[in-house]
């Protein structure tokens, strides 16, 4: 996992490409390891706190949701996809007393700046008009693709192998479905940083 | 001849050539506020970018000293002093003097320009009087302090910027191809129009100046620097060129850690039948398991109360085992010897100098 950690310090290691060593600066992989730790062990012990044995199903659960809104909490609404996990986590009803919770006193400051978020809404409906836009471009291309030349088709080819593949991550990062292409990659970003500090703590944790 | 970038701290350190004395600093640190100002003014990412590609191309220009590596330490300083050595590429455009250019500074310099410029206007618009002032307020940006409020926001605009620069340093040099003097000549052209208060921006050859050609190529350019610091995040990525291939990279890097989180969280939930189970499961192995954790388990809460933990004063339990839970996981991090605050150089147990250090510092309070 050294090379995870390391590779946590992207932003600060920019001499890395053109020189020399990689300098580990202010968002060094150290604190945010503390921090999530920190907040993980918060709401972990929250949760145990609300109900005492839990069966397996429930502590899984637990266990995810308390790392992932620690985390979230920790971004405090700066990055689209904490508010994303964070509005997930309180949306279902049966979840949401829970996630509450964890989140703890401020979770009421918190979940209001998350729904005044106005991404879903209005995007919803811009994600309906889309899909109805991609149908019938779909259709008009293929009915094109014949007689379009070689170099053009290829250009095609390949935009739509990156358009496949950008929906695809759209998916898997909390929140993606309504974002532009840029920040999907800043909060693809700031996603796997996240996801690598988790699996390092999580990892440490159970092997001790 | 080379000072170190260490001391290039001050200006009037910078550059054995010049001769200039504090003033023509001043002088300097005005330019670069005017500079800094104009763009947000303008709001478009392609000056943006353009402020970045000049620094590059100054630094093909004087093709001066690079690969000079400076760990640049935590503290804002750096900054300031990247910030004299970017200004003083800017009157290099007329003066053609030549500067010991070091790569990472011009790339950081330009990062901290376009930071300061693009992302938080309030600060650069705000030009005081006092430049110095002004300077800190902007260096406080970027600065690599422990402040968290600011630290994802960065994380996200400084990769950017960073990878912005690269790209748009690496897109001028695929451009070029021969066309070299005359790229150049653009981009100064278009940087003394950038002083204007509206964009004469210049398109490169074999380009439309088409202004939506244009706002899409800054897009482009601004996806692919994003792309290519995920390629640098995601391992494995760096010798794949070609975004579709690069993003199904990323994708399964992805999915792979999801699926690491899933195993591992069914697994301690498992393990633990109270959920509960941090502190005494971290605490007992690990002071078996490694060799000096004994000692440093026994130094540790005995340094807490004398020295403040920042965020952390819940629970003296709790920031033992930070130490216990980051023992393994950086045991083999050299890393660490940076860290300068004193928090961090608690938990730098890995470098036997700290680890003494703190014992001697125990040894001597008893």
Not at chain 1, 21 to 28: I, L, V
Not at chain 2, 139 to 151: F, G, L
Not at chain 2, 189 to 207: F, M, N, T
Not at chain 2, 269 to 294: I, W
Request: hydrophobic share 35%; aromatic share 6%.
């Amino acid at each position: 996992m050294h090379h995870s950690v390391s590779c946590l310090s992207y932003t600060w290691s920019f001499s890395r490409s053109s020189d020399g060593p990689t300098e580990p600066r202010m968002r060094n992989p150290s604190l945010i390891k503390e921090e999530f730790l920190k907040r993980w062990i918060i709401a972990l012990r929250r949760c145990t706190s609300l109900k005492k044995n839990m069966n397996i199903l429930e502590r899984n659960k637990v266990v995810k949701l308390s790392a992932d809104l620690a985390m979230a909490s920790a971004r405090n609404g700066t990055t689209s996809w904490s508010r994303a996990l964070i509005a997930n986590a309180t949306r279902d009803n049966d979840n949401r007393i829970l996630a509450e919770q964890i989140l703890g006193p401020e979770s009421e400051i918190l979940v209001k700046r998350v729904s005044t978020m106005p991404f879903k809404t209005c995007n919803r409906r811009k994600i309906r008009s889309k899909r109805i836009l991609k149908r019938s471009c779909s259709s008009a291309i293929r009915r094109v693709r014949k007689t379009v030349p070689r170099k053009v088709l290829a250009n095609c080819i390949a935009k739509r192998l990156i358009q496949k593949r950008t929906h695809i991550l759209k998916s898997l990062v909390p929140g993606g479905e309504f974002m532009d292409e840029t920040t999907l990659m800043e909060e693809t970003l700031d996603y796997i940083a996240y996801l690598r500090v988790q699996v390092d703590v999580m990892r440490s944790c159970t092997y001790c | 001849m080379e000072p170190n970038l260490g001391t290039i701290v001050r200006s009037i350190s910078i550059g054995p050539n010049r001769e200039e004395t504090g003033l023509e600093s001043l002088q300097f640190r005005e330019e670069i506020h005017r500079l800094m100002t104009v763009p947000p003014e303008n709001g478009s990412s392609f000056t943006e970018l353009l402020q970045l590609p000049e620094t590059q191309a100054m630094e093909l220009l004087h093709s001066a000293h690079s690969d000079e590596v400076v760990p640049v330490p935590l503290s804002g300083e750096p900054l300031h002093g990247i910030n004299d050595d970017h200004k003083s590429y800017l009157p290099s455009f007329n003066g053609n003097l030549t500067f010991p250019s070091n790569k990472v500074l011009i790339e950081r310099a330009a990062k901290f320009s376009v930071f300061a410029s693009g992302e938080h206007s309030p600060e650069t618009s705000s030009v005081p009087s006092d430049s110095s002032a002004n300077l800190e307020k902007v260096k406080s940006e970027p600065a690599e302090t422990d402040s968290n409020p600011n630290s994802s926001q960065l994380l996200v605009s400084d990769p950017a910027v960073n990878i912005k620069n690269q790209r748009s340093e690496k897109r001028k040099e695929r451009e070029k191809k021969g066309k070299g003097c005359t790229k150049k000549s653009k981009i100064e052209i278009s940087q003394d129009a950038e002083k204007l208060p509206y964009v004469h921006v210049r398109a490169r050859r074999g380009q439309a100046t088409d202004s939506h050609s244009l706002a899409e190529r800054a897009r482009r350019e601004k996806i692919n620097a994003r792309m290519k610091l995920l390629q640098e995040l995601v391992p494995g990525c760096s010798k794949i060129s070609g975004t579709a291939l690069v993003l199904d990279e990323i994708i399964n890097h992805v999915q792979s850690l999801q699926r690491q989180v899933e195993l591992l969280s069914m697994r301690l939930a498992t393990v633990n039948p109270r959920v509960d189970f941090n502190l005494d499961s971290l605490f007992a192995p690990e002071s078996g398991s490694l060799a000096d954790s004994n000692f440093h388990s026994m130094v540790s809460p005995l340094l807490w109360p004398e020295i403040p933990f920042n965020g952390n004063r819940q629970q003296h339990q709790q920031q033992w085992n930070f130490d216990a839970l980051h023992r393994p996981l950086w045991g083999r991090e050299e890393d660490n010897h940076t860290f300068i605050t004193m928090e961090n150089s608690l938990l730098n147990y890995e470098s036997a100098n700290s680890a003494s250090l703190h014992s001697n510092q125990l040894k001597m309070e008893l």
